[in-house]
């Protein structure tokens, strides 16, 4: 066994992604891995190739503030490779939610590179619950940025509160855009 494996804990996963914003499929996929896990760490990745709609700093504490009460749970920014996140802290499993045909195909590439990087990191999927399989970031942007005023009851069957709050907030503060011509 290489003396680098020693060191990892195949009882603590990451779940790592952009969470940008975090969903109910996204706090689903945290609170089975806690019954999974003796400890998840939520990790946001930054990727200076992405314009996210939430700067990391904002994503970590949204996601901070949504799972305070879940035990065993903490929140992380990370930059570069995934497999180099969970090496140095530890961590043995790259925990990952699906949710569709093409979902798989992604995360299976991501997984057989991330093997190739770091063949000690095992990777788990969750399947995601019945419910929140039709939930993504780039939906709840949309429901958000094309919803009208007032419309926070659709987006509560896709986002906790705070996500609601921070939503309202950061579309409040973004210039308006101007409708175009029909
Ligand atoms: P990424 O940019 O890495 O795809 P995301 O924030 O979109 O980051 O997703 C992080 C992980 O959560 C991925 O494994 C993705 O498949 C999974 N995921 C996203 N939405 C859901 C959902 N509604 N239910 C279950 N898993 C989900």
Redesign the pocket.
């Known amino acids: 066994m290489p003396a680098e494996s020693r060191s990892l804990n195949r009882r603590h996963a990451v779940?790592?992604?952009?969470?940008?914003p975090?969903?109910?499929?996204?706090l689903?996929?945290i609170r089975r891995g806690v019954s999974l896990f003796d400890r998840v760490t939520v990790a946001i990745?930054i990727?200076p190739a992405k314009s996210p709609l939430f700067s990391h700093q904002e994503r970590l504490s949204i996601i901070r503030e949504v799972v305070a009460p879940l035990p065993r749970v903490e929140v992380a920014c990370f930059e570069g490779l995934a497999v180099n996140f969970l090496r140095s802290i530890g961590a043995g499993v790259m925990?990952?939610?699906?949710?569709t045909l093409t979902?798989i195909e992604?995360?299976f590439t991501m997984t057989l590179a991330n093997h190739a990087l770091d063949s000690e990191i095992e990777t788990v999927?969750?399947?995601?619950?019945e419910g929140?399989?039709?939930?993504?970031?780039s939906l709840i942007k949309q429901v958000a940025l094309l919803g009208q005023e007032g419309q926070e009851e659709s987006l509560a069957k896709f986002v906790p509160p705070a996500v609601i709050v921070a939503l309202r907030n950061k579309l409040r503060s973004r210039p308006s855009v101007p409708a175009s011509p029909a």
Do not use: C
């Open positions: 779940y790592a992604g952009s969470f940008d975090l969903s109910l499929g996204h689903d996929v990745g990727n925990l990952r939610g699906l949710r979902d992604s995360e999927f969750l399947m995601a619950s929140y399989s039709h939930i993504s970031s």
